[in-house]
């Protein structure tokens, strides 16, 4: 009697605990979906209700027309083209690039390996801001500003974060499997493309995500070396919102609820094999 007491207080805790957990979390979610929630009530307001204190959560009337005039102002299917012109092609360079580094720095011993991937890693600690001069040099001796170049073809070089991630994916693999093909005459190349590949699948999907989302949203990198307006990308085409005497605000959270919502789309999507990808890559240094 007296173990059924103690077992039934024990579980009393344990699902007071789960509840306090599950309600912090639910607080969490609400607090973390509020900006998004706020961006989508105002991309359906009238002017009027866009300052008003107390602020409208519920915009009254609802004005869905917000939406087909903010597509119709900028040229969105031009802009939304020229985005996917440069994330498309930029995701695969930067899937091919880093991993290939990534079994590299894994798989293969040489001498100075350990070495040369702490310099790696090292270049991560330079901000964008230090080295955007000396690339617009280069880029501009190449005859390469203006075009979508300089934000294409770098990705084909890797980047330090993702040769980061896949590399300590690729030490989760056991040897035994490199050791066996080599036994059985496959090179390198060949136990790269089809052994580790195909076991790579989370942690490239979780490359391929975050590299998608930083070519959909980046700003910087475009505003830099695009001069044609026919070349903008969506996240430049937002600040022609921006007017002379002031700010079409309805207007540009409504392009803003388009351009975020393929995003949270794709991360629904691919959300177990993302989880599964970011915990599968600390497993082993």
């Known amino acids: 009697m007296a173990n059924q007491v103690h077992n039934h207080s ?16 639910v607080i969490l979610g609400i607090l973390f979906a509020l900006p998004f929630v706020w961006l989508v009530s105002t991309s359906l307001k009238v002017d009027s209700q866009l300052f008003v204190m107390p602020p409208i959560w519920i915009p009254d009337p609802i004005k869905w027309s917000n939406y087909r005039e903010a597509l119709n102002y900028i040229p969105f299917w031009l802009y939304l083209k020229n985005t996917l012109t440069i994330a498309i092609p930029s995701t695969f360079g930067m899937l091919l690039s880093s991993s290939l580094v990534a079994y590299g720095f894994s798989r293969v011993q040489w001498p100075g390996r350990d ?14 801001q230090v080295t955007m001069i000396p690339l617009f040099i280069v880029f501009r001796n190449l005859g390469w500003i203006g075009t979508f170049k300089p934000l294409i073809i ?3 070089f890797g980047g330090p974060f993702y040769i980061f991630l896949l590399r300590q994916f690729y030490l989760t693999l056991p040897m035994e499997l490199s050791d066996a093909a080599k036994i059985d005459g496959c090179s390198e190349f060949g136990i790269y493309y089809r052994i580790i590949l195909p076991l790579s699948k ?3 999907s979780t490359v391929a995500l975050f590299s998608i989302m930083a070519y959909w949203n980046d700003f910087l990198a475009p505003l ?21 005497f002031g700010m079409e605000w309805a207007m ?8 975020t919502l393929p995003i949270i789309v794709l991360f629904f999507l691919t959300q177990k094999t993302f989880v599964q990808g970011i ?7």
Do not use: H, N
Not at 116 to 128: E, K, N, Q
């Open 202 to 204: 989370p942690a490239l």
């Open 10 to 25: 024990i579980r009393r805790q344990g699902l007071a605990r789960k509840g306090v957990i599950y309600g912090l979390l």
């Open 252 to 259: 540009l959270m409504a392009t803003s609820v388009v351009i």
């Open 279 to 285: 915990a599968l890559t600390g497993l082993k240094g």
């Open 224 to 244: 830099i070396y695009l001069e044609d307006d026919a070349k903008y990308t969506l996240a430049l085409g937002l600040q022609q919102f921006q007017r002379q």
């Open 115 to 128: 070495v040369v991937f702490i310099l790696v890693l090292a270049t991560m600690m330079l901000p964008y």
């Open 154 to 156: 770098p990705s084909f």
